[in-house]
């Protein structure tokens, strides 16, 4: 059975940084596509960062030079570091991944930026 369980959200003021986390329990990370999405208030949840098996990477153009996704193969951790946090990256924080035909999703973290 697949488990994402993801930690480190918080509040934090603009222009700090925070890391999320994403455990994973039941796939390999390391040769699974995987993604942060985020869903703020009133808005549809929208791709953040992804990191294909391959370790090819991309973002949401809102977040490129800021936030970064990698991934920890021996403790089967997806990550997301997240820099120079502005107000409107305010949302709630899941990863994902695409396994053997069902989309899974974590529980989410929330991450609120402001003074």
């Known amino acids: 059975q697949v488990q994402l369980v993801e930690s480190g959200g918080g509040l934090v003021q603009p222009g700090r940084s925070l890391r999320l986390s994403c455990a994973a329990s039941g796939i390999i990370v390391s040769i699974n596509n995987m993604g942060w999405f985020r869903q703020a208030p009133g808005k549809q949840r929208e791709l953040v960062a992804g990191i294909v098996s391959g370790g090819s990477t991309n973002y949401a153009d809102s977040v490129k030079g800021r936030f970064t996704i990698s991934r920890d193969n021996a403790k089967n951790t997806l990550y997301l570091q997240m820099n120079s946090l502005k107000p409107e990256d305010t949302a709630v924080y899941y990863c994902?991944?695409?396994?053997?035909?069902?989309?899974?999703w974590g529980q989410g973290t929330q991450v609120t930026v402001s003074t």
């Open positions: 994902n991944t695409f396994y053997r035909g069902v989309l899974y």
